[in-house]
């Protein structure tokens, strides 16, 4: 094993495993002095990178000017000054932080899947809660070759929160009505789905309309699905559920084609929780805050004061 190897195993066993450095030193046959050295070896080989957010980087004002426009129950808006992937890390960070802070902890979150709950998940600190049950709210498995990390997601979030992952082991959108219908009432699926309603926590990110939707890499739909869906109104997706500005469903073909949970769950939840990170997803922002479709946003500077010039 080369240093840099030994580097890295140790960095993933601190900082994503949640282990000791005296358990570390144990296991690897190492002095805990050694350990520590190389911690800090691997944040000078940037290995390791961490960053420190200062409290101003959340936007307060705009906070509290959404949770009165649109009657949210909270508002978390962080400041950005980047490319889209950097939005996208930021805007995951403050959701993980987001959960973390929820006192008590939620029990069981129901999750959708996407980029920006990559971050999120990748943000959680191991232990930040005991005995978490994360279970998938729509259908995840890729329809191409490009996988999706819905899977890894999820289990991430519960391994991470001490618990169990319940996967939903079916594609988002299916080719016909038939179908969904057949696995819908098969008992594997149907079990997910009805544990899937009674989560206390439902956590999200809408997907937007341009070319890099998950929706179509993953083989979902394809460009030509995604152009029609636009030119009928469609301002993004809503757990692979097209909506206009409204929060309406566009298609409902294709709404009876798509496998998870009713966008009639999410407005009768307890809590819902939506990350929107980026200006592709400015619309569709707007129709999930004033449709009622979460009671708490998560998202940039950007889109905030979007949502208040709309207003």
């Known amino acids: 094993m080369s240093d840099d190897d030994q580097l890295y ?28 050295r190389m911690l800090a070896e691997a944040r000078e080989a940037g290995i390791v990178r961490i960053e420190v957010l200062h409290p101003r980087s959340r936007v307060r ?7 009165e426009r649109y009657a949210l129950r909270d508002a978390v808006v962080v400041s950005v000054d980047g490319d889209p992937e950097q939005v996208r890390d930021r805007v995951g960070a403050a959701g993980a932080d987001h ?3 929820m006192r008590p902890a939620p029990r069981l979150i129901g999750v959708s899947w996407g980029r920006t709950l990559d971050r999120l998940a990748g943000g959680l600190t191991p232990g930040w809660a005991t005995g978490v049950h994360v279970v998938q709210i729509n259908g995840a ?8 990390s819905a899977h890894s997601m999820a289990s991430m979030i519960a391994h991470h929160g001490g618990g169990t992952a319940t996967l939903l082991a079916a594609p988002a959108i299916l080719q016909q009505q038939s179908t969904r219908a057949v696995l819908e009432s098969d008992r594997a699926v149907a079990d997910v789905l009805a544990l899937a309603t009674r989560a206390d926590l439902f956590l999200y990110s809408p997907g937007g309309m341009g070319s890099d939707s ?5 083989g979902q739909i394809d460009a030509d699905d ?7 109104g469609a301002v ?11 929060g309406q469903i566009v298609d409902p073909d294709l709404d009876g084609r798509t496998l998870g949970l009713s966008l009639d769950v999410l407005r009768s939840a307890t809590t819902s929780v939506a990350l929107v990170s980026g200006t592709a997803k400015r619309a569709v922002c707007r129709a999930v805050v004033s449709s009622g479709l979460c009671d708490v946003l998560i998202t940039d500077d950007q889109n905030a004061r979007h949502l208040l010039e709309a207003a």
């Open 9 to 36: 195993q140790v960095a993933v066993r601190y900082y994503e495993d949640g282990e000791t450095q005296e358990q570390i030193a144990h296991a690897l046959h190492l002095t805990r002095w050694k350990v520590g």
């Open 61 to 67: 004002a705009l906070e509290q000017a959404i949770k």
């Open 99 to 101: 959960l973390m802070e």
């Open 141 to 148: 498995l890729s329809r191409s070759r490009q996988p999706t």
């Open 214 to 218: 998950v929706l179509v890499d993953s």
């Open 226 to 232: 995604l152009a029609r869906l636009a030119r009928a």
């Open 236 to 246: 993004g997706d809503v757990l692979g559920r097209f909506i206009d500005a409204r």
